[in-house]
């Protein structure tokens, strides 16, 4: 009854990646010719990206070891989920020995552990099967050591097949999710290869950046450790900071109050946390906004020059972001966070665009000195004082 760990996980990762692969719906419709015609377009357009992105923004991988380490893989719904399983059971690891040392205090350990990695991994799949229809793509910092590939199903397999581990952390790799990708350029009804290009732009910009700056990965895992360091175990805390938050999280949804749509709500990960993880988080946010927005001004600024019809791209797909979706889709977004991911973009590239403005490509560059450059939470919303900080 317990994970193929021996219960070491507190999470049943394979029943997560069962559960997942069950649960997610299928992707658009395609003849297995239209299919390996996508993937092998996509590879394509990844290599192209690269050099695009280096001309455009300046920054060079710190080796050719460095850049070549850091694979691009072509993947399906159910590949990005055995990704995502492989590269969260590394990264959540201090918080899964904080919960055993709990565990092992307990005289029922032995009965609800096994119960409670069954459970876990049933939720933590059916989670990853609603994200696996909305990622494009992803550069995934915290992949799993080399190999990070099993043998694929069959001869003819399309799409790479990413281990579930445990190796330890790697130094990254970048995932391109063909059935997502091609089910929004049919939504939008654009240019299904130019899409795909200016898709390949944004995630080769990440690439580039964990590349081109060999600390960026070891301060964000540092940053993620502290955080997770800083959780509180005890279930009697959990729990009052669930009953402080109850009927908070339906804020700004349709038909929530003035008082509601005015001061917000959190998502799950807000609810829980303690200061000193509000703390961390804060600067977490201000990296992950910088990285996003400099990837979405980066695809917007090579567009014009390689994908012909990038103006009509970035409209329909900006409209497609506001618009949202349903109340169900949108509160499952709200509790997952990804709200906060789409104001990373939004603020993340006015930072980029306003700094770049003031001081050139060159100056902004110089936010990848060191983690001392970085732009503070307060500096996101505000350019010029980061400029007047570090640039200057």
Not at 75 to 81: E, K
Not at 283 to 290: D, F, I, K
């Amino acid at each position: 009854m317990t994970s193929a760990s021996g219960g070491a996980d507190m999470v049943d990762w394979n029943l997560a990646v069962a559960t997942a692969t069950r649960l997610v719906r299928p992707g658009p419709e395609v003849s297995r010719a239209e299919a390996a015609a996508v993937v092998a377009e996509l590879r394509r357009h990844a290599l192209e990206a690269e050099e695009h992105v280096r001309a455009f923004t300046g920054m060079r991988s710190s080796s050719l070891a460095a850049a070549t380490a850091t694979p691009v893989l072509v993947v399906d719904r159910p590949g990005w989920v055995r990704a995502n399983v492989a590269g969260f059971r590394a990264v959540v690891q201090p918080l899964v020995e904080k919960l055993q040392a709990r565990r092992a205090n307990s005289a029922a350990a032995g009965v609800f552990g096994a119960v409670g990695e069954k459970a876990t991994g049933i939720e933590v799949g059916a989670l990853l099967a609603f994200l696996a229809t909305k990622v494009l793509g992803q550069y995934e910092t915290f992949a799993p050591a080399e190999p990070s590939l099993e043998a694929p199903d069959s001869p003819a397999a399309l799409f790479d097949k990413p281990r579930l581990g445990p190796e330890g952390p790697g130094p990254g790799r970048l995932l391109l999710v063909a059935p997502n990708i091609v089910h929004v350029e049919r939504e939008l009804d654009v240019d299904p290869s130019d899409f795909r290009l200016w898709v390949c732009l944004h995630e080769e910009t990440h690439r580039t950046q964990f590349t081109a700056v060999p600390w960026l990965r070891d301060h964000i895992q540092s940053e993620v450790q502290s955080f997770l360091a800083e959780t509180d175990v005890d279930p009697g805390a959990l729990l009052d900071r669930l009953r402080d938050a109850a009927g908070s999280l339906g804020a700004g949804l349709p038909g929530a109050g003035p008082r509601e749509a005015r001061e917000g709500a959190g998502n799950l990960l807000e609810v829980v946390q303690s200061p000193a993880q509000r703390e961390i988080l804060g600067r977490l946010t201000a990296v992950m906004s910088l990285l996003e927005g400099h990837a979405d001004v980066v695809m917007d600024g090579v567009g014009p020059a390689v994908v012909p019809t990038v103006a009509e791209i970035r409209e329909k797909f900006q409209q497609r972001r506001d618009r949202g979706a349903n109340r169900l889709d949108l509160m499952l977004r709200r509790l997952l966070g990804m709200d906060a991911k789409l104001r990373q973009y939004q603020d993340g590239a006015v930072f980029v665009r306003a700094v770049v403005e003031q001081v050139g490509m060159a100056g902004f560059n110089r936010v990848w000195t060191s983690p001392n450059t970085l732009p503070t939470k307060d500096e996101i919303h505000d350019p010029a004082a980061w400029v007047a900080r570090v640039a200057r």
